[in-house]
């Protein structure tokens, strides 16, 4: 296991266990990972879904879920304070009789579990959409104060290298406004994981090498990303060759602070994110380890439907990682 993961299971050893939530308890993969996080004894999982289920499964898998807690959404004895709380969330969005039926959802209900400190964190999406994860915590974890939207990055691992590439799962068109939110928290994921955040803004100009719509709104991303953190190292606009390559950086950005030595690097489109991140894990040999959500006043985390144990396994970590 690379570095990135030594670092935070270190972390983690030194704290108190963490609560990681997993709606997804019937997926073998889950599962496994589940039991495999509790005999090590980083985190503590709580399996939500029928608990005849949970249990044949995990016989069927050989996992062992002894050090795990259990949780049936259908037969559980505090689930009018459950109901109580979402109706007090949605503030007269949703009625009594609604979020009964509601909070039955594994997502909702684990959600809920998050928002009442009944556990640090969720991970969804094995068996989940984006949006069936992601929607119950816009709802009910909500954004933190002064960020108006989530959004997705990848810690792209290769050796000793360790990059962050944003948003690559989220936001399709963002504002300006959108990317100082990104980069100003992409910049803070950043400290999670020990890189040091060195801010580049990308674009196809660099320093008005052309100028057009989509140019600007990365210019003034710049600017109101300084504005929200004036400790922030950031600049741009950059093509990626300029924020990444020293001899580059000299001839097209020189009186730059950033000298081809950027380490979080925002894509100005979602299209332009997800294609960067996965041609850097497919022909640079780099990990994509993600999406991780940021942004969010609590940490839930979406896998991939077409996701490993393994992926489990690394985003419960980084989850805990997120809570403490």
Do not use: W
């Not at 069927?60 to 259908?74: F, G, M, R, S, V």
């Not at 809920?112 to 999406?125: E, P």
């Not at 940021?294 to 979406?302: A, E, R």
Request: proline share 3%; charged share 25%; net charge negative.
């Amino acid at each position: 296991m690379s570095d990135l993961f030594s670092g935070i299971k270190t972390s983690l050893q030194q704290k108190e266990k963490k609560k990681i939530v997993f709606p997804e308890a019937t997926d073998e993969r889950v599962l496994r990972a589940a039991g495999r996080l509790a005999q090590e004894g980083f985190v503590e999982p709580i399996l939500i879904g029928n608990i005849n289920e949970i249990n044949q499964l995990a016989q069927e898998e050989k996992a062992d879920i002894a050090n795990c807690t259990l949780i049936d959404p259908n037969n559980y004895a505090l689930i009018d304070e459950i109901v109580d709380a979402f109706v007090e969330r949605r503030n007269g969005r949703a009625s009594k009789e609604e979020a009964a039926t509601i909070v039955k959802d594994e997502n909702y209900f684990g959600t809920m579990l998050v928002h009442l400190g009944q556990a640090d964190g969720l991970v969804s999406g094995a068996a989940h959409s984006t949006s069936d994860t992601v929607r119950p915590a816009l709802q009910i974890i909500k954004t933190k104060e002064g960020t108006q939207k989530t959004s997705g990055v990848f810690v792209m691992v290769r050796g000793d290298e360790k990059y962050i590439f944003a948003d690559c799962a989220i936001n399709i068109a963002p504002t300006s406004e959108d990317l100082a939110e990104i980069a100003v928290e992409s910049a803070r994921t950043a400290v999670l994981f020990d890189v040091e955040p060195r801010v580049a803004m990308l674009s196809f100009s660099t320093k008005g090498s052309a100028q057009s719509e989509e140019t600007e709104r990365v210019i003034q991303a710049v600017e109101i990303a300084k504005g929200k953190d004036s400790s922030l190292l950031i600049d741009g606009e950059f093509q990626f060759d300029a924020a990444f390559v020293p001899s580059v950086a000299a001839k097209k950005a020189p009186e730059s602070a950033i000298k081809g030595d950027a380490t979080v690097f925002v894509f100005p489109s979602l299209e332009a994110g997800n294609i960067g991140y996965k041609l850097t894990e497919r022909l640079a040999g780099f990990e994509a380890v993600g999406p991780i959500l940021q942004g969010l006043n609590k940490p839930v985390n979406d896998l991939s439907r077409g996701c490993s144990e393994e992926d489990v396994y690394k985003l419960a970590l980084i989850t805990a990682a997120q809570s403490l």
